[in-house]
């Protein structure tokens, strides 16, 4: 069984800088050119939660399955979600959802031969293809842990004024 409690730490520290930026009084915080605002942040996670929910949940069907995060990255798709989840305390409801579900799929629920089955997987970030080949089920819950939602906390924290940055941290 997979140990979840540093995914769940993980949406944890996303969740409280989603909140930290949105209730930092800066009405909009403008992201650097080229860079994401909060909710096309949020949006992105939101889509890269549901293809890892997908490719879960296909795994504990017996059913094959791919992991592709381009249409987590596409801007249309993006705004349509944040649209969809009703703006930004709507896309943080629908995280804190998603990770209690990754949590109890990725955890208790899957066996390791599960975790360990072989995923055909595509990663891009900014027109770069990062990986392109098969992952383990479980290292594709785990980057999420890693990786994904520590940069994106990041990437939000960096929106905030140098003040209110101060401030989060302090």
Known sequence: MMDTAPLRDAYRGL???AVTVADSGDTSPVPPPGEWNAD???GHVTLVN????AAVSAVASGANT???NRVALDAWTIDRVITLAGGNAGLR???RLQAD??????????SDAELDTPVPTRLLSNGVVLVDQCVALRDLITGLAEVELPGH???LLALLSEDAGAE???
């Not at 549901?50 to 929910?53: D, E, F, S």
């Not at 579900?101 to 899957?110: E, I, N, S, T």
Request: proline letters at 3%; a negative charge.
């Open 66 to 68: 791919t992991y592709d």
């Open 15 to 17: 969740l409280d800088a």
């Open 40 to 42: 096309q942040i949020l």
């Open 101 to 110: 579900a990754l949590c109890a799929l990725g955890g208790p629920m899957l």
């Open 50 to 53: 549901a293809a890892t929910i």
């Open 93 to 95: 409801d629908r995280i």
């Open 168 to 170: 989060a941290v302090a």
């Open 153 to 155: 906390t990041e990437q």
